[in-house]
């Protein structure tokens, strides 16, 4: 399974950093990636991180402000985000794929077979 945490309520501006640990039928070594969902709205892409950490790719709402990683050693995938927006507000959930190769990054939600919980993020104008 996926657990989420680091969610919270920040001023406009402000960072937070959201953590994702991989555990049982999830290895945490495959892609593994961050989608967020705004009440009322479809779940989006934020970033998507490959296996091996070399490729990255990001929603263009969040390039410059936002960025992932991970420590394969821990399983876990993180989301640095600064200069937090209030339309940043949204449950963030993670997720991995089922198998796939080194460079590999969907950005597309269909493409990831295990899902996280969810972490609430609130950003205050």
């Known amino acids: 399974q996926l657990q989420a945490c680091g969610g919270g309520l920040v001023q406009s501006g402000g960072s937070l950093r959201l953590s994702c640990a991989a555990s049982g039928r999830t290895s945490g070594s495959n892609s593994m990636g961050w989608f967020r969902q705004a009440p009322g709205k479809d779940r989006e892409f934020v970033a998507t991180i490959s296996s091996n950490g070399v490729v990255r790719n990001y929603a263009d709402s969040v390039k410059g402000r936002f960025t992932v990683s991970r420590d394969n050693g821990k399983s876990t995938m993180y989301l640095q985000m600064n200069s937090l927006k209030p339309e940043d507000t949204a449950v963030y959930y993670c997720?991995?794929?089922?198998?796939?190769?080194?460079?590999?990054?969907?950005?597309?939600?269909?493409?990831?077979?295990?899902w996280g919980q969810g972490t609430q993020v609130t950003v205050s104008s």
């Open positions: 997720a991995e794929v089922r198998s796939g190769g080194a460079l590999y990054a969907p950005t597309t939600a269909s493409a990831y077979r295990y």
